[in-house]
């Protein structure tokens, strides 16, 4: 793998994946919305193109040049809900699907755009929202039963992308992503909105917190991604940490490395409808194929934000 192409390159995610892939000496060429706020998230290299494009003009983009082997597609159109009426939620919802469809759409334009650039190998990256609930380890075999907007879409994106990628004679890898966490996290998140109130000593409003729970950083993340470049065949592969704590470890642990004036408080908030209670990655596929092995403890892995905030 000497070149690849990245969407959604200003992501947590995607930004942490370029950095990987340049430090082991793969060129890069990020794809990163017009006017985005994030670029100062990707590094300085001569090895590094970046593309200012927005999804919805994939299909009518003609790179170039076309010496790229693989396609990583982190981009994601969303939406985030912040209002407080039933009025407001149901407008959300609406929109909320509609642009779920959109990103259907952009994800078919986005394979017709890795051959364009002449990449033998397409990423997707699908999410655990395309198994539903589960109270055993996700992998490949695990039933498919999504009930969100998010994750049918997801599932409906990967299995329209798999058949192309089939008749464009493309290597077609099929990614599910769990919580991966990291220094450029979303506000929203729950380790982000347990940093920022305990920086502030807001005393967090959460659950009991008895979920079990997989987390991976996202460095980890990212050099499971390009591993996944570097050796995968086609097929599905579940990414974490593979193995499971409760919530209220994390966030016990996050408590006594920030050290808060505020008590240490569980249970003001109430489970969701259909909450997931148990989610844990079976990485054994992506261990027997591409040697991955994560190398970053959660301890660490807060550590890192922490000192980030610092500098």
């Given at each position: 793998?000497?070149?690849?192409?990245?969407?959604?390159?200003?992501?947590?995610?995607?930004?942490?994946?370029?950095?990987?892939c340049l430090k082991n000496n793969i060129e890069v060429v990020a794809i990163v919305r017009r006017n985005s706020k994030n670029l100062y998230r990707l590094p300085h290299s001569s090895k590094l193109k970046i593309v200012e494009l927005n999804l919805d003009e994939l299909s009518t983009f003609t790179p170039n040049f076309n010496d790229a082997d693989t396609f990583y597609h982190f981009a994601w159109e969303t939406i985030e809900y912040h209002g407080k009426t039933i009025t407001d939620l149901k407008k959300f919802w609406v929109n909320y699907v509609d642009v779920q469809e959109k990103n259907i759409r952009y994800t078919i334009d986005a394979v017709h755009f890795a051959k364009k650039f002449g990449c033998h190998k397409f990423i997707f990256a699908g999410s655990q929202a395309e198994y539903g609930l589960s109270d055993k380890p996700l992998n490949r075999e695990t039933p498919i039963k999504p009930f969100t907007p998010y994750g049918v879409a997801k599932f409906s994106a990967g299995s329209l992308a798999e058949i192309l990628c089939e008749n464009l004679d493309m290597t077609f890898v099929w990614s599910r992503i769990l919580s991966v966490y990291g220094i450029n996290d979303r506000p929203h998140t729950l380790i982000s909105y347990i940093v920022n109130c305990y920086e502030n000593n807001i005393q967090p409003e959460i659950t009991k917190c008895e979920q079990i729970w997989d987390y991976l950083h996202a460095d980890d993340a990212a050099r499971a991604f390009r591993l996944l470049g570097q050796y995968s065949t086609n097929g599905i592969y579940v990414i974490g940490g593979g193995i499971g704590l409760t919530l209220k470890s994390y966030v016990e642990t996050i408590y006594r490395l920030m050290k808060p004036s505020?008590?240490?408080v569980f249970g003001g908030k109430p489970y969701a409808e259909n909450q997931v209670m148990f989610l844990q990655a079976d990485i054994s596929d992506l261990k027997r194929d591409t040697g991955f092995q994560p190398q970053i403890s959660f301890?660490?892995?807060?550590?890192?934000?922490?000192?980030?905030?610092?500098?």
């Open positions: 793998m000497k070149k690849i192409v990245v969407t959604g390159a200003t992501s947590m995610l995607g930004a942490a994946t370029v950095e990987e505020v008590p240490l301890e660490e892995g807060i550590k890192k934000i922490l000192n980030s905030r610092k500098a």
